[in-house]
């Protein structure tokens, strides 16, 4: 009986890999494989109770891989601007902004200066609600919280006594 309920228990060891512990758990967005502080997302076909350690191993080989293939260009002269590929195709990151890239060009025949060129182009993302975020800056102060007014006490009124009706003289 102890055994099957070890079987449900979470976070689950299931061994080591590389001398590290590879271990499933759930969490906010579903099943897990955690090893080397590396989180890597169980299939929804996978069942996070049932899954051995030689499946966890081969997952953790496919996210390698795939976090390998994601950098297509990067650039020497200038460490914020890489040409990357993501979920939804290839795209430029140019510090905080991801620029899409034109259909017509190779991502892997871009030069920095086109990057850059794309990056000024492309306008600023809008902020939620369709507002832009106000910039920050150190010579405006802070704004205080305006002091809470204290309610004045309301006065219970005495529910009136229902009036009787007039009597109709005929």
Request: glycine content about 6%.
């Amino acid at each position: 009986m102890e055994d099957a309920m070890e079987l449900f228990k979470m976070p689950r060891d299931l061994g080591q890999f590389e001398e590290k512990p590879v271990v499933v758990n759930i969490g906010r967005f579903g099943p897990y494989v955690l090893h080397d502080k590396k989180f890597v997302s169980i299939p929804k076909d996978n069942d996070p109770y049932a899954i051995e350690l030689e499946k966890a191993i081969e997952l953790i080989e496919n996210k390698r891989v795939s976090d390998a293939n994601k950098l297509i260009k990067a650039f020497e002269g200038n460490d914020d601007i890489q040409v990357l590929n993501g979920r939804f195709g290839p795209y430029i990151k140019a510090g905080k902004k991801n620029v899409k890239i034109p259909k017509g060009k190779d991502p892997k025949e871009l030069t920095l200066e086109e990057c850059i060129t794309l990056a000024d182009a492309t306008p600023e993302k809008k902020g939620r609600f369709g507002r832009s975020a106000p910039a920050k800056t150190e010579a405006t102060p802070a704004k205080k919280a305006p002091a809470k007014k204290t309610a004045a006490k309301k006065v219970a009124k005495k529910a009136a006594a229902p009036k009787k009706a007039a009597k109709k003289k005929k």
